[in-house]
């Protein structure tokens, strides 16, 4: 046989190794002084590990569950802040827009100017048709 991988000193030691399998590793070990110091070492480490209490699946569900519910009740509360952002930002636009919309646009000087003198290009001759009908002179 080859030597003893990690994996299966760890399942030999918890156990979980039977049959042929588990003669083949008794008869490594006793003839592998590397493969022995590892199994020795592995088994203190797990024999130190029995000591903790493994954590029932159940538990371990409901901390998953919890934190994700956690995560998902933060994400809602961003999903409603960003809703209230953006009904306030729109009602500002409209509001904009409205003002706008609504507001008289102011004539600029030139255009004023412009209007002006085409009104009195269009009295001037009209007032002298006027005079020249009622024989008035100027």
Not at 1 to 18: A, C, D, F, R
Not at 66 to 89: D, E, F, K, P, S
Not at 100 to 122: G, N
Request: net charge positive.
């Amino acid at each position: 046989m080859k030597h003893v991988t990690e994996i299966q000193l760890i399942e030999y030691t918890n156990g979980s190794v039977g049959g042929p399998q588990k003669a083949a590793i008794d008869n490594h070990l006793a003839g592998c002084n590397s493969c022995r110091r590892l199994y020795e070492q592995t088994k203190l480490v797990y024999d130190s590990l029995g000591d903790l209490a493994v954590p029932q699946v159940n538990d371990l569900t409901a901390k998953i569950r919890q934190g994700v519910a956690a995560t998902v009740g933060g994400w809602r509360n961003m999903y409603n802040l960003a809703r209230v952002a953006a009904v306030i930002i729109i009602a500002a636009l409209a509001g904009y827009f409205a003002a706008i919309a609504f507001t008289p646009v102011q004539q600029s000087d030139s255009v004023a100017i412009l209007k002006a003198q085409s009104e009195i290009s269009f009295t001037q001759p009209a007032r002298h048709i006027a005079l020249a009908v009622s024989g008035e002179t100027r």
